[in-house]
């Protein structure tokens, strides 16, 4: 019996089913393309306990990111300054200097540490992807090519001595098992450090429509109310939380050992208004499930009229949330002549599932397709604007979320 992640509760009620999917980061090559590929069920449910939601099936992490994992954090300026702005705002507000460490899990190529050095932090990274660790560490950041444990925290200690900070960006969701995660967080934090952690808000992926953020990588889609009973559990608290805009809305959470930081306002205040729209609740749950099919038959209808017409369609960059989306609504080479990436990791490859070809931007101007559906919507405006001669040789884009728009 499945128990929530977060209270080890068993009251969990199922609200959407987004069937059967391969992983959303497996970009295959060629050769595989005749081996069998495995499918997980992709259902989302919701803890009547504390709240979390999250999906009721769990894939080894060893499946989803120890082999040839093709996701670089920041492939977007949008990115990068965002990650710029999360190092500098934390050490002016904290006032960090040169002997306090800065240590992130699942650091990927090191962007946010590489900030953090550069605003004269020690740091440190964490990831298990062996290809990604190579890529940090040509970039200047020193990075452990391990999964986040108490084993791992322990030896940290023993290396480098107890963290000032400790970061997550969109990876505290990933785990499935929190608390040993806290565990070591704990063993490592300085007594007044902090854990900062960044992940995709669940009020925004509701009222927003972003189903396509759901994918077995993201395990858990976080709220406040579910964080404030965890941390509890581990004496520990929220003391700030700041929105942010990237990912189609994320927020930043902010955690100390309680009683270290004063609690800011703003932690009572997103708290009411999740009780205010009434999140948890069957009827808002149900009403987004009902959305999303209407979001799928609407996008296909779409499609499908611009094919009628003998229109080229392509799509454009080649996110994991765009894989959730394409296996879920079953678009494939049918409907789209190929996705363009300017990830190096994913061109060359095919999407998971549907098989598409994945090839450089470059191959947009050279075919000139009538549309091009833009899977990686949380950055439309910057890359209809980079890709800004499409445009002007009459090529339009199609935005799929919330509701499918052509631009």
Excluded at 57 to 66: D, F, N, Q, T
Excluded at 198 to 203: D, I, N
Aim: proline share 5%.
């Amino acid at each position: 019996m499945l128990t929530c992640r977060m209270c080890k509760g068993r009251a969990l009620t199922q609200f959407l089913d987004l069937g059967f999917t391969p992983p959303a980061d497996q970009f295959l090559r060629k050769e595989q393309l005749s081996e069998p590929e495995v499918y997980y069920p992709l259902k989302v449910v919701v803890c009547s306990d504390c709240g979390l939601v999250q999906l009721n099936h769990v894939v080894s992490p060893e499946i989803l990111y120890r082999h040839d994992y093709p996701y670089e954090s920041s492939m977007t300026r949008t990115g990068y300054l965002h990650w710029n702005e999360f190092a500098k705002s934390t050490v002016d507000r904290f006032k960090l200097g040169s002997n306090d460490l800065v240590i992130d899990i699942g650091s990927n190529v090191g962007v946010l540490l590489e900030a953090f050095k550069s605003n004269g932090t020690r740091v440190l990274g964490v990831d298990p992807a062996s290809n990604i660790v190579r890529i940090a560490e040509k970039r200047g950041i020193e990075t452990l090519c391990e999964f986040f444990s108490i084993d791992v925290a322990k030896s940290i200690l023993a290396d480098k001595g107890p963290a000032t900070v400790i970061t997550g960006t969109n990876v505290i969701a990933h785990i499935d098992d929190l608390d040993s995660i806290m565990h070591a967080v704990q063993l490592l934090l300085k007594p007044e450090g902090m854990f900062i952690f960044e992940a995709p808000y669940l009020v925004n992926l509701v009222n927003n429509l972003e189903y396509d953020t759901i994918y077995h990588e993201h395990l858990s889609y976080l709220s406040v109310k579910p964080l404030l009973h965890f941390f509890k559990r581990f004496d520990m608290e929220i003391f700030d939380i700041q929105q942010r805009d990237i990912h189609g809305g994320s927020f930043r959470v902010f955690v100390t050992r309680s009683g270290k930081m004063p609690v800011s306002p703003v932690v009572a205040q997103l708290l009411k208004q999740e009780e205010d729209m009434k999140l948890y609740s069957t009827e808002v749950l149900d009403g987004f499930s009902a959305a999303v099919q209407k979001n799928r038959q609407d996008l296909l209808w779409l499609l499908r009229s611009l094919k009628h017409e003998n229109k080229r369609i392509v799509a454009v960059s080649a996110p994991a949330k765009g894989m959730t989306l394409l296996n879920y609504a079953r678009i494939g080479l049918e409907t789209l002549d190929f996705v363009t990436e300017k990830s190096k990791l994913k061109i060359g490859r095919y999407t998971p599932g549907a098989h598409i070809p994945v090839v450089s931007d470059e191959e947009l101007l050279k075919h000139s397709p009538d549309y091009a559906l833009l899977l990686a919507w949380n950055f439309a405006e910057e890359i209809m604007n980079n890709l800004s001669e499409y445009r002007k040789r009459g090529g339009k884009f199609i935005i799929p979320i919330p509701h499918p728009r052509i631009v």
